[in-house]
Each structure stands twice: as C-alpha cells, then as structure tokens.
C-alpha cells in the first residue's frame, strides 16, 4: 500500500487559494472616478488611503507619515559637535592632571613645561597636534591623552565604516595593522574595477578575508560602494552642518586622527573613488539637528546617513513626480527604516495595482492608466445602486424582477432558442427534443462495444442535452425605446461643481439600460464647443473640456440621427445642462461661440427642437442653475417641444434623470 506524506505546498503560489478579491479595492477607487477623477489619478489615491476593509493595512500617507516621525526623532537625537565636546572635555583633564604634577616641582624645568602648556592653541585640533610630541610628566595624563587619541581614531573610522568602533575597543595593534591592510585591500579593489578588471571572485576574498568590518555583509562591490559612499557623504555633510571654526576643528581632529593611525593616504583616496562613483549623494549639504545631547562622529554620521536614506524614501512614497510608479519604492529601505510591518503594507499596495490590471481592470494604453469593460459595468451598477439608494420605497419598484413576463405576453407557441434570447424557456419541448435525438442517434453498447439496443425515450439511461434541443416561449414584442441622454461637458461643470453628478448619473442610466432594458437603443452624448458620441469605456475616463460653448444645436443634431436610425423604437431625449446654447455649427462644420447667445445659435437650436418635436420625441431638460437666460431658454424648449422641466440639485440628479427614464416606460406599457 503506497504511503502519503503531506505538507506545506512550497512551488510557488497556492493553487488551491480563492483568487484575490480586488472589487473593495475597484468599488473605492470607482468613488473617486464617480467623483469627477481620471482612473490613474483615482488609484493614486486608493494607494495612498490604503486598502479599504483590511485592518491594519496602511496606505502610502501613513508610511509617509510614520518616515517623518522618525526624522524627526533622528534630529532630536543630539548635536552634531559631541566630538568636538568630548575630545575638548579629555584634553582639559589630560592638561589639567599635567599641571597638578608639575606644580610641587620648583624647577625651572616644571616652569617652562607650565609656559609650553599656556601657550597651546585654542583650537582643540592644532593643541592636540602640538601635544603629539610632549613627554608628559604625568602618567595619568598620559593615559587620558592615549585615550583621547583612541576615542578619535575609532570614531573617524567608525564614521566611514559603520560597526568599526566595537571591532577597535581592545586598542589592539594587531588589529589596527589589519584594519590598514583592508584599506590598502579596499583601495586595490576599486582601482581594478575602475580599470575593467574586478570580478566576483576578487570580492568574495575580500569580504571572506575582511567581511567582519562589514556587519551589512554586501553581496558585490557595487553594493559595498552604496554603504561606503553614503556614511562618506553624511560625514561630509557633517562637516557642512557646522560652524565654520568647528568645522575647521573637527576636520582637523579628524586628519590628525587619520595620521597617527597611518591610515591618512588610504583614507583620503577612499573618499576622492567614493566621491566620483556617486556623485549624486549630496554631498556638503548641510543637515539641522535639534537636540541637545552631544553625538560622535560615528553616532552623527550614522543618524545623517539615516537621514539622507528618510530623504529618499519620503520622495519615492509621495509619488508626486512625473511617471511614478510603486515599483520606485525600494524595498529595502522600508525595511530598514520602517520595520517588517511596513513592509507587509507595501506588498500589499503592490498587489492592489498588480490584481487590478491582472483581473482585467485596469489596462494601460500609451502610457495612461484605463479602465477596462468589465471595470466599467461594475462602477456603472455601483452608480445605478447609488440612485436607487436615494430613490423612495414607494418610488423604486423592483427592478431585479426575473418573472416570465419580462420579455413580454406569451402567445402559446415556442420556437427554436437563438443566441441573445431572453424569452422563458420551454422545458417540455426541450427535454423532448433531447429524448428524441437520443433515441435516433445514441445506441447502448454492449461490453465487447456491440450495440445492443437504443437509450428508452422513459429516459432510464439518462439525457443529454445539446443546444439544439432548446426552445423558447414566443412572446408578444414590447416597445423598445431609443434614449439619447445630453451632457453638458463645458467648464463651467467644473465651475459650479456639478460635474462628478453629470458624470455619475451617465454611467447609471446607461447600466440601467443596458442591464435591466438591453431592448433599448441608448447614446450618450457630451456636448462643449462641439459635440461627440461617448462609449462606455470612455464614460469612467471623461474629462470636462476646458473651452467655450455650449454647443447644444451639434449635441441635438447627433440624438436626431440616433432617433431616426431606430423609427419603430419610442424616443426619449434628456438634456443635462447648467447653461443656455452658446455655439452652433455653420454651414462649413466650423463651430461658432458667441456670449450673450447670438440670434444664429438660438435660431439654429431651436429648429432641432422643433426636428425633435415632429419626431414626437419628448425633450426633457434637466437644468443645474438657476440664470435667468437659461430658465428663458428651456421655458421655450419646453414650451415648443411639450417637454419637462427639472431643476434639481447636483446631489438628486441621477434620481431626477434615472426616474424620469423609468417613468417614461411606465407610460407606454
């Protein structure tokens, strides 16, 4: 008997995992869009409010918010001057122990030693270079001197390699000979590779030989260059936050340092290769610290490295830049600054714009951010549900109705089902089609697959169906109607503010047509300066248009022809509007704007509506401002054509144009 072992499934993805449910995601980002914003610009903003239902998973505003938190917990750290501090603090107590041995001594020997130290410079580095030759009398202040030299030594060089400070606690000359032989290493490493000539091999020795002065533990050169080049950039930037004499002073400290280690010459041609393979680091800019606690040179350089890191990602995770995508954010540095939790976030906001555009939400064309199809339906019904929200109970009717009389009245026959159907089925007929076709055409076979004798039309060998065998109630034909909904796309949409409702209420008609009334013929029709036939994809998308007129007569004339494209259907014409007609076309196609509206453009609307009123279609205008011209216009249109006419405000007008629809096919049934 074979035995099973069973275990976590680790080639790659679960293949048994639900797929990822992206439509919380695609609902709020379709409120932006139904708000008046372009998908890219929506999905910006979902990115950066987070995911919507998933708790704790934050958006890129609260990382950015947590990045900034944490700069300003690194400025408030201390000052960058510690060493300094410090170093002036040792070599007070070293010439202070000094002159308390030399003050018994009576001899002119102490006095001159005495004159020799009240002479020394006020610059703590120059006094210490002076210092570097005393024979000091005090065994004390010797000690205190050897330390003030260490505590240099090994803050200079834990400020270009971080970690270096613990490696030199021992003060082991052995290791600080070792320590200029990984230099001298270091050195040789970046001329060969400035020459063409490095390979892997010659880092792995490297690091095999030298990596504990290395606790990042680099994979490849390039990778050492990055840690290296930004401690020396944040040194340097150190160096640039202070005041020009202790800057003087500390760079002194610091080449003083250098020298007595020996390490001067390789230090110094490390920072000149540093600064020519990273040149864009900032260097010498200065960076403000506000606490008050005194830093070294290796804790300043750290927390100014750490800084500069803050400064990159801050950039990347505002994404305000042009081209910005979520792939910009390093990783890594969000590791680093933000913790494991972060990182889980920001996985999390990858995936959201990934699975949009896998699932088939989300494509980009030429570089811009769309909204696909199925996109489209789906915002178009959370539009409808939004209407039918505001709509009252008594008002609503149930408009997920399914019964058989949708399609229309039975007339008693059935005929063969043809795709696109949406009459009730006939299931007698067509499970009798199905048993006569197996009858004729199926025989039972025998086990050695002789036929033996034909399925039993009492079905005991089962029935399989085919689509032939279908068939349909045949139903009395309802009237169909052609709808044409006007939108007014001129700028003073945006103006007012009523531009998102004019947009929201066209995706929700059209869903509503399509949907629950596909016998229907619906256009909808933008309409500014000139007027244009919108598709559905192009709905989520739609821009106002930034120019001038009202071009209503064009927008009358693209509904006539719909209208008489379809003569047996009922017409129905809404006109979206917060202006009087402003432009019309001549003769030559050219559109002409004239503000106040001139005699031509009036006259030339006017003769639409009429067209419209002897097509008997009904013109209902549906009006989102009060000007006293407009109200004179639409009265006339009203008048004329026989017409309603609403004022509602922005927030009702998707209730206001989805009931005047169904009312209008209430009235023919």
């Known amino acids: 008997m074979s035995r099973y072992r069973y275990g976590a499934y680790h080639d790659g993805p679960d293949p048994l995992a639900p797929p990822y449910d992206v439509r919380d995601a695609l609902d709020a980002m379709g409120d932006s869009v139904l708000e ?46 510690g060493t300094l501090e410090q170093a002036r603090a040792l070599l007070d107590t070293a010439i202070g122990q000094e002159r308390a041995e030399l003050f018994p001594d009576p001899s002119d020997e102490a006095r001159l030693r005495e004159a020799e130290l009240d002479t020394l410079p006020r610059d703590t580095s120059q006094a210490i270079r002076r210092l570097s030759d005393y024979d000091w009398r005090s065994a004390a202040a010797r000690e205190t001197f050897e330390r003030l030299k260490d505590l240099l030594r090994r803050d200079v060089l834990d400020a270009q390699f971080q970690g270096m400070k613990q490696a030199l606690q021992t ?42 002065f290395f606790p990042d533990q680099p994979q490849d050169l390039e990778e050492l260059v990055d840690s290296l080049a930004r401690r ?17 002073e500390l760079a002194g400290l ?35 610290m506000t606490g008050e606690d005194p830093l070294g040179v290796g804790d300043a350089t750290t927390a100014l490295a750490e800084l500069a890191d ?46 949009l555009e896998r699932q088939g939400y989300l494509q980009r064309k030429r570089g811009k951010l769309e909204l696909t199809p199925k996109a489209v339906r789906r915002l178009g019904e959370t539009a409808l549900r939004r209407v039918f929200a505001q709509l009252e109970a008594g008002r609503r009717g149930d408009h997920d109705q399914r019964d058989a009389g949708q399609a229309g009245e039975l007339t008693g026959s059935s005929r063969e089902w043809r795709f696109g159907d949406e009459q009730p089925l006939d299931v007698v007929r067509t499970i009798g089609n199905a048993i006569h076709r197996n009858a004729m055409e199926r025989p039972v076979l025998s086990l050695d697959k002789t036929p033996l ?88 998308g739609l821009d106002w248009d930034m120019v001038q007129g009202t071009n209503l007569h064009h927008a009358l004339m693209i509904a006539g022809r719909h209208l008489d494209k379809h003569p047996d259907f009922e017409p129905i014409v809404l006109v979206v509007t917060d202006g009087e007609p402003t432009a019309h076309l001549r003769s030559d196609g050219r559109s002409v704007f004239d503000y106040p509206p001139s005699a031509d453009t009036l006259v030339l609307t006017m003769a639409e509506v009429d067209k419209m009123t002897r097509r008997g279609a009904s013109l209902n205008v549906f009006m989102l401002a009060d ?33 005047d629809y169904l009312r209008v096919r209430r009235g023919r049934r």
Request: aromatic share 4%; hydrophobic share 40%; with cysteine.
């Open 453 to 540: 004798e034909r399925a039993r039309p009492n079905g005991s060998n089962g029935v399989r169906l085919s689509v032939d065998d279908f068939e349909v109630h045949e139903t009395e034909r309802r009237t169909a109607a052609a709808v044409c909904l006007l939108v007014d796309l001129s700028y003073s949409m945006v103006l007012r503010g009523t531009w998102a409702a004019a947009k929201q209420t066209t995706l929700a008609l059209h869903t509503l047509v399509t949907s629950k009334y596909p016998q229907d013929a619906i256009q909808i029709i933008g309409f500014s300066n000139y007027a244009r036939v919108l598709h559905p994809t192009e709905m989520t």
């Open 171 to 212: 003060q082991d000359p052995q290791m600080m000979e070792r320590v200029k032989d990984m230099m001298a290493a270091l050195n040789e490493m970046l001329d060969k590779d400035a020459r063409g000539e490095h390979t892997q091999d010659d880092f792995d020795r490297f690091m095999q030989e030298y990596g504990d």
């Open 36 to 81: 008046g914003n372009r998908p890219d610009d929506a999905l910006r903003e979902l990115l950066r409010r987070g995911l919507p239902g998933a708790e704790g998973r934050r958006g890129l505003d609260d990382l950015l918010r947590q990045v900034r938190e944490r700069q300003r917990a690194l400025r408030d750290r201390g000052r960058l001057d």
């Open 627 to 659: 000007d006293r011209r407009l109200v004179s216009f639409v009265e006339e249109v009203a008048r004329r054509n026989g017409g309603r006419v609403f004022a509602p405000d922005a927030e009702r007008l998707g209730e206001y144009v989805v009931s």
């Open 310 to 355: 803050l400064a990159e990602l801050e950039a990347a995770l505002g994404q305000d830049y042009p081209g910005a995508r979520m792939d910009d954010i390093d990783e890594a540095a969000v590791r680093r600054a933000l913790g494991r939790q972060a990182v889980d976030d920001l996985a999390e906001l990858r995936r959201i714009e990934k699975e």
């Open 254 to 288: 610091m080449e003083q340092a250098m020298q007595d280690a020996g390490l001067a010459m390789e230090m110094s041609r490390l920072n000149d290769a540093l600064r020519a393979r990273r040149p864009e680091l900032g260097w010498g800019s200065p960076e403000r």
């Open 232 to 248: 020396a950039a944040a040194m340097d930037r150190l160096l640039a936050s202070l005041s020009p004499e202790q800057r003087e």
